[in-house]
Each structure stands twice: as C-alpha cells, then as structure tokens.
C-alpha cells in the first residue's frame, strides 16, 4: 500500500507522539512501520512541525521516499541539510499564490495544493487514497488570525468535493466556536484531529 507521512516534527517537541528514544530511532532508520514511505507532505516551516535535519536524513536513507513542500520547506532543506544535492532530485516544490491550486503527480499520487492561510504561510494538500478522498490541512489558521477563513476554504470548493477524511488541528473539534469553519468551510465526512500527543490530551481538551 501508499505511505504518507505528514507533521514530521523536532524529537524535542513536547507535541511529538514519537516521543521516546526507540520510536525515534525506528523512524529515522526507516523500520517499520516507518519502512516503505513513498511520500512525505511539508506545508509549512513552523518549527514544531518541519525539522530539516531529521526530513534530510530520512530522505537520505530511503531512496523510495518523496518530498512535496512549500517553497520555505524546501529553501530551509537546502539550506540546513548539507546532503541537499544528494536528494534534490526527489524534493518538489509547490507554491500556489494566495487563492490558487497546483496540482502534481507523485510516485502515483494525484495532489492538488491550496494555498490556506495559518498563523504562519501554509500549504494544504488534497489527495485520494483507495477510494478515500483526503485532505491534508497542515497548520490551517484560527479565526480571528484569519479573518473570513470560511469564505477562503469555500473558493477552493471544497465542501463541493465531498471530502472523506480531514485532518485538522484538534481545536476545530473541541472548541463549538471554530466547529463552523469545518462545518461551513470543508464539510467531511471524518476528521481527525492532529497536533497533540496522548498526554497531552486531557490539556488539549480543557
């Protein structure tokens, strides 16, 4: 089957779920269930969720795998990775201007990018696995960072696409404030909420 990775993050991270040393280690030396990864999805530079060195390596070691990222993932590999021209050729960058898509064909998997703004630049990314239609939302922004986020989602027409499975920040899900802008603006039929790790979710959900 298709891999994906999404969200790689710093192991230093107090939000990373692989947190202790031997998740890590299966990780960063492709073991499974980490081994046969044919793409990984970088939105956005965030420090908690793109780490250059780590993505670097990875890419390094498994010939396999893919990197599609914005063009600030993609400068920031460049620059902090010194193998960059090792795995050039397997980095693709994406940048839609503001209300523009891209599409691009990758190992197979059909992507079409939206540019969707967050608390910092961000890219989401829209793909089908099987006979599910997914949607990637990366660090997709809070209102009021974001004024009329819902309107902006709407112009991609992505309630039209009868999206299966979302994933989206774990506070469009907890908070009723935000929930509009799934129900209004994506309208899945799934989410899954992202960005916390298992103890940290009784805090998350306060």
């Known amino acids: 089957g298709v891999k994906i990775l999404t969200d790689l993050t710093r192991e230093e991270s107090r939000f990373l779920c692989l947190k202790d040393a031997e998740a890590n280690a299966l990780f960063t030396s492709g073991q499974p269930p980490f081994d046969g990864v044919d793409l990984i999805l970088a939105g956005h530079t965030d420090v908690d969720h793109f780490p250059p060195l780590i993505t670097g390596r990875f890419l390094q070691d498994n010939p396999g795998t893919e990197l599609v990222g914005s063009e600030a993932v993609v400068e920031e590999l460049r620059e902090k990775f010194d193998g960059y021209d090792r795995i050039a050729d397997r980095v693709h960058k ?21 540019n969707i703004p967050g608390t910092v ?17 990366g660090d997709l922004g809070l209102e009021p960072d974001v004024p ?9 027409q992505l309630p039209e696409r009868q999206i299966d499975l979302a994933f989206v920040q774990w506070s469009y ?11 209004e603006g994506i309208a899945a039929g799934n989410y899954v909420p992202m960005f916390f790790a298992g103890e940290d979710l009784a805090w998350a959900l306060m």
Not at 122 to 131: P, T, Y
């Open 94 to 114: 994406v940048q839609p201007a503001a209300g523009q898509t891209a599409s691009l064909t990758v190992r197979g998997i059909d992507l079409e990018i939206f």
């Open 121 to 137: 630049p961000n890219l989401a990314f829209l793909f089908k696995l099987g006979d599910l239609l997914i949607l990637y939302a």
């Open 148 to 156: 009329g986020l819902i309107g902006i989602l709407q112009a991609y």
């Open 173 to 183: 899900l907890t908070e009723p404030a935000l929930q509009p802008i799934l129900e």
